[in-house]
């Protein structure tokens, strides 16, 4: 079978592409778009390090295909900030420590991040919850959940700044 053609929003920019209908959404983004914040670890779902936002739902990119995601959105890690200006998610978890080795860091900060568009005022709990299907093998997640708590105060700061 020969390559199909998508059209795609990356981080806000318009792609067409030819694809492998085989090509999994993770090495799209790595090789076509030369996008490499999302890790690929387990390669079944489990680990969350290759989370991305599609049509603002959190999936693992690593068991989307590309062709499915065909006139769709993408948000990578690399798509959070806005310029120099990192986004609240990325700036909590640079304040409160959230990471050690970094590996799960991408994956986490888009979970937190969409997240936290579902649910602006979370508990302790909920973020644990909310975060619960990514995987990090360094930090004990206090850290974390401390990150994702630094971003939500942020974030409604910003919110009724802007009111």
Known sequence: MGKQIINVSVNGKRLEKAV???TLLIHFLREE??????HIGCETSHCGACTVDLDGESVKSCTHLAVQCDGSEVLTVEGLAKGP??????EGFYKEHGLQCGF????MLMRSYRF????????????RA?????LCRCTGYQ????????AAAKLQQ??????
């Open 85 to 90: 200006l990192l986004h609240a998610v990325q």
């Open 116 to 127: 936290l568009q579902e649910n602006p005022n979370p508990s302790e709990d909920e973020v």
């Open 130 to 134: 909310g975060i619960g299907g990514n």
């Open 20 to 22: 492998e209908p085989r």
């Open 158 to 163: 910003t919110e009724k700044a802007a009111a």
């Open 143 to 150: 850290n974390i959940v401390k990150a994702v708590m630094y």
């Open 33 to 38: 778009c030369h996008l490499t914040g999302a």
């Open 104 to 107: 799960c860091t991408p994956g």
